[in-house]
């Protein structure tokens, strides 16, 4: 069973501050994806990435997939009360194209104090 | 409709009974996923359906758990004599082929006292 490990678990800052948070496993992904979810809500989708040592920027959030494809990191700078969250990292393993049964991390619960 | 559907938003059952969540994907999306969202605990996957192949229900946790998806279209998880331990969110999303992403639903909330 390939694991995702997330760190921080929680995380609480001042508005204004940069934070980065990682996703880290021993397994190789096909892709990655990291969703925020807010409370009784589903996650939503803020990227994929799917090329080691890939950058994509979202705004003011920067997500990396490692270049061995095992690990990723989510940047934001000067973090908003708006992106208080539930930060999740998900992996796929590719089967005939199609990622299905993405592996999800515990997640980061990102709170940011105005 | 515009997003995916879930039904009931909040189910409150007592230990021993069945109960059905039902799933409403976005029309189109081909694949349909449950996952199983418990406290402090990351989404964990209970079964997949994709068009009209044979579903992968290699994450259900027991035989109380199973699930059908009618005319590819909308699906309902049922939970037979539920458990304390079955309490979670239960997430539904959809996806088109080939596009990496889910779309989830809002959830049901279920609740075994």
């Known amino acids: 069973t390939q694991l995702l490990e997330q760190s921080p678990q929680f995380l609480s800052i001042q508005e204004g501050e940069n934070l980065t948070v990682y996703c880290n496993s021993s397994?190789?992904?096909?892709?990655l994806q990291w969703y925020r979810q807010e409370p009784g809500e589903g996650p939503v989708l803020l990227v994929t990435?799917?090329?080691?040592?890939e950058v994509k920027k979202l705004k003011r959030l920067t997500f990396q997939f490692g270049d061995a494809r095992k690990d990723s990191s989510l940047h934001i700078t000067a973090a908003q009360p708006g992106d208080t969250g539930l930060y999740l990292c998900?992996?796929?393993?590719?089967?005939?194209?199609?990622?299905?049964?993405?592996?999800f991390g515990k997640g980061t619960l990102l709170t940011v104090n105005p | 409709g515009a997003g995916v559907s879930q039904s009931p938003s909040n189910k409150v059952t007592e230990k021993g009974k069945d109960v059905e969540l039902r799933c409403d994907p976005i029309?189109?999306?081909?694949?349909l996923y449950w996952y199983r969202q418990s406290l402090g605990q990351g989404l964990e996957f209970l079964i997949y359906?994709?068009?009209?192949?044979?579903?992968?229900k290699s994450g259900l946790p027991s035989d109380r758990f199973s699930a059908e998806r009618t005319g590819g279209s909308v699906s309902t998880l049922t939970i037979q004599r539920t458990q304390q331990e079955d309490s979670a969110v239960y997430l539904c999303?959809?996806?088109?082929?080939?596009?990496?992403?889910?779309?989830f639903g809002s959830g049901t909330r279920l609740t075994v006292v």
């Open positions: 397994s190789v992904f096909s892709s």
């Open positions: 999303a959809s996806t088109k082929r080939g596009v990496s992403g889910y779309t």
């Open positions: 359906f994709q068009g009209n192949s044979a579903p992968d």
């Open positions: 029309s189109g999306h081909t694949a």
């Open positions: 990435v799917v090329t080691g040592g």
């Open positions: 998900a992996g796929a393993r590719d089967s005939g194209g199609s990622n299905y049964k993405l592996t």
